[in-house]
T-cell receptor, first 114, second 110 residues
């Protein structure tokens, strides 16, 4: 089955700097790659996703890149703010619609230092 | 806006008890999932269902079962709770564009 590895497990960045979280996946049939943000005591929330027919997607300060050949994808957060502090999870799925089961990475705890 | 509701935020149960975790979604989604979340392990899939009365094992189904009698409701059952099932349990539903999660149930087995 699919295996998703996520690095780093913890990340601290100065407010205003950029943060990058990286994931690799094992199943070349995977086509859908979402990123979730989980604030303390809250449910995971989808923040951005990318499908395999696209190499990059951007939404304001957040971007995701995908390299299908190397089987890795990354989350980039620019101009970080204190409210970006949370645990971030990457995931992968075979179904490009994004409505089937997900395999998650182990999470990255991002801390923004004011 | 998708709403996924889990019946309890916190539960404390004794070893050997039968435990029911309930999840309801209001968006007529066909696909529903149960994950457990543990520190350092991320979210792991226990069971999922793509239709009423249909169920499939996920990555860690041992010690669990599920029930999907109605489209909007997906129940997770711990047949005989054990201390290693102490965890955060997250239900999700999906139509397109990723899983939508409930608020989670923190289960402690003593």
């Amino acid at each position: 089955g699919e295996n998703v590895e996520q690095h780093p497990s913890t990340l601290s960045v100065q407010e205003g700097d950029s943060a990058v979280i990286k994931c690799t996946y094992s199943d070349s049939a995977s086509n859908y790659f979402p990123w979730y943000k989980q604030e303390l005591g809250k449910r995971p929330q989808l923040i951005i996703d990318i499908r395999s027919n696209v190499g990059e997607k951007k939404d304001q300060r957040i971007a995701v890149t995908l390299n299908k050949t190397a089987k890795h994808f990354s989350l980039h957060i620019t101009e970080t703010q204190p409210e970006d502090s949370a645990v971030y999870f990457c995931a992968a799925s075979i179904n490009a619609e994004g409505n089937e089961k997900l395999t998650f990475g182990t999470g990255t705890r991002l801390t923004i230092i004011p | 806006d998708v709403k996924v509701t889990q019946s309890s935020r916190y539960l404390v149960k004794r070893t050997g008890e039968k435990v029911f975790l309930e999840c309801v979604q209001d968006m007529d989604h066909e696909n529903m999932f149960w994950y457990r979340q543990d520190p350092g392990l991320g979210l792991r899939l226990i069971y999922f269902s793509y239709d009423v009365k249909m169920k499939e094992k996920g990555d860690i189904p041992e010690g669990y079962s599920v029930s999907r009698e109605k489209k909007e409701r997906f129940s997770l059952i711990l047949e005989s709770a054990s201390t290693n099932q102490t965890s955060m349990y997250l239900c999700a539903s999906a139509h397109s564009g990723g899983n939508h999660f409930g608020q989670g149930t923190r289960l402690t087995v003593v």
